[in-house]
């Protein structure tokens, strides 16, 4: 299994910044494929998504997103990461990384989750 451990919520105030991290147990470079999904669930809301990003391209899938988070692989550090910029209070919420990976071509696709970490923009 491969576990992925999210870091760097916190608390912050509205027009702040936040990276979130997400490390993978395993060498993300080593699989065949993979798509790392970053997710948000605010209290009595669905959990949405915000943003992917895959061994050749990244995207911001939230419209509210957009213009102000990014999000990028780094693979000597096995981590992925979502850079938020100009935080709002709307973006508060727990985050987590979600993995789909696929070790060979022969494989079945592996889903995993992180525990997920706490966002709260607030002045």
């Known amino acids: 299994q491969v576990q992925l451990v999210e870091s760097g919520g916190g608390l912050v105030q509205p027009g702040g910044s936040l990276r979130l991290s997400c490390k993978a147990s395993?060498?993300?470079?080593?699989?065949?494929?993979?798509?790392i999904n970053w997710y948000r669930q605010a209290p009595g809301d669905e959990r949405e998504l915000v943003a992917s990003v895959s061994a050749h391209a990244s995207s911001i899938h939230a419209d509210s997103a957009k213009g102000r988070f990014t999000t990028f692989r780094d693979i000597r550090e096995n981590a992925v990461y979502l850079e938020m910029d100009r935080l709002k209070p709307e973006d508060t919420a727990v985050y987590y990384c979600?993995?789909?990976?696929?070790?060979?071509?022969?494989?079945?696709?592996?889903?995993?989750w992180g525990q997920g970490t706490q966002v709260t923009v607030s002045s």
């Open positions: 395993e060498s993300l470079g080593s699989m065949n494929s993979m798509v």
């Open positions: 979600n993995g789909k990976f696929r070790r060979t071509e022969w494989d079945s696709i592996e889903e995993y």
